[in-house]
């Protein structure tokens, strides 16, 4: 007998031959399912999976049949009948429909579950306003709780070392999709709520990249769900993209659109503080402003023109007044001196009669001494008088209109040489005067 020859395909051929047989044979089709992982790229092409409680399909719809499709916006749970024809994409050998048209069909079962689960954690308070938390000013340790493997988790350490160095990052490893998740995700938190005083963090991102409904499934659980309400320690729920939203979304403390989104919250607090120290610094430079031209309206008698003209002489005067003051006081000492010595000399005379010559020895020192202590008292005097008019010679020096000038001040006047205090008070083309601590110069104004 001869033998039969087998017939080997390249890969390439067989996955051309069934294309070639599935789309001839169901050119087209109708089919009803859920839309999951909906993604539309920037060409305008529409990606999904169409699937129901058994089996999934995936969908391409090309930009040309999306315009012209019944349904021209897809959400991930929308239950969709799909017309097209059956293929396969030949670089991965992919069975799939190359849909034509599509229509909304009702409420997918996955949609369903979650708006059931949404209405009961509401109707228990888990969404209240009033129990969330605020999120801390500077946090200093911040904890995440994600795949250690994901993309999330790269993105969100990359922008927290960025725009926060130094920050202290700590990563609970757990799986995010699959049996089992939702107890690794919530062991994370109550493992962050449990550490020692010293040890815990001050903030807590829980969460992961986008998928589909079923791939963030575990973020709708009971297990994640009672531990994000429960937590101590205040929680950004970061899980898929800006699009996707779950349970964890609703109870957290506050929701980010994706888990980039996340870290930039964080650390947008850090921003907000050096913005508020800014603002506190503008402030106390206002305040000191104000300060200052409080100080210098209590100068104003002597701003005007007359006062700057007189001060030199007021302050010769009052100099003069001071010399006159000393005078005075040496004038009092020496004759004060002279009618202690007179009455020295009269006593000397009425007991110089009678022989005391020891009495007379002893008067001599006491009035010695007393012209010691005269002598004593007339420096302490003259020294305290000194000091007086060193504290009125500065005084008057910090009030001289002159040093003010020769800080870079200067003082403006009308031509009735009334001083101008108010932009307001002058009128285009009028006259000024302006007085600088050296020279003065003539002014017009050109703009009210």
Known sequence: ???????????????????????????????????????????????????????????????????????????????????????????????????????????????????????????????????????PLLPGRIGVVTSPTGAAVRDIVRILRRRFPGIAVVIYPARVQGDGAAGEIAAGI?????????????????????????????????????????????????????????????????????????????????????NRIDFLRHALMRLMERELHDRRSSLQPLRGESALADFPGRLQELAQRLDNGEFALLRLFQQSLKEKLGQWNRSAQRFAAFDLGGLVKNRGLQVQNLGVRIGARFNERMQQQRQRIGVLDSKLAGMNPENILAKGYSITTDRE?????????????????????????AARVIKE
């Open 417 to 441: 040489q009334r001083l101008v205090r108010d932009a307001s008070a002058l009128v285009a083309d009028e006259e000024i005067r302006i007085r600088f601590a050296r020279g003065s110069a």
């Open 190 to 274: 109550d493992h962050f709520n449990g550490a020692p005083p010293g040890t815990g963090v001050d903030v807590l991102i829980v969460g992961r990249g986008g998928g589909s409904y079923e791939d963030l499934w575990a973020f709708n659980e009971a297990p994640v769900v009672e531990a994000i309400f429960r937590s101590r320690i205040p929680v950004i729920s970061a899980v898929g993209h800006e699009t996707d939203f779950t349970i964890a979304d609703f109870v957290a403390d506050l929701r980010a659109a994706t888990p980039s989104a996340a870290a930039e919250l964080v650390v947008g607090k850090k921003d907000e503080f050096l």
């Open 1 to 135: 007998m001869q033998p039969i020859e087998e017939k080997v395909y390249k890969v390439s051929e067989l996955t051309q031959l069934l294309k070639l047989t599935l789309e001839a044979q169901f050119a087209a089709v109708s089919v009803l399912g859920e839309a999951s992982g909906v993604v539309l790229a920037s060409s305008g092409h529409l990606y999904f999976t169409l699937k129901d409680a058994a089996g999934a399909m995936k969908v391409a719809m090309f930009r040309g049949a999306l315009q012209r499709s019944t349904l021209k916006r897809l959400e991930n749970g929308q239950q969709i009948v799909v017309r097209g024809m059956l293929s396969v994409y030949p670089l991965r050998g992919e069975l799939q429909i190359i849909a034509s048209d599509m229509r909304l069909q009702g409420i997918g079962d996955i949609f369903a579950a979650l708006e059931k689960l949404k209405q009961a954690y509401l109707e228990k308070g888990y969404f209240d306003p009033q129990r969330k938390k605020p999120l």
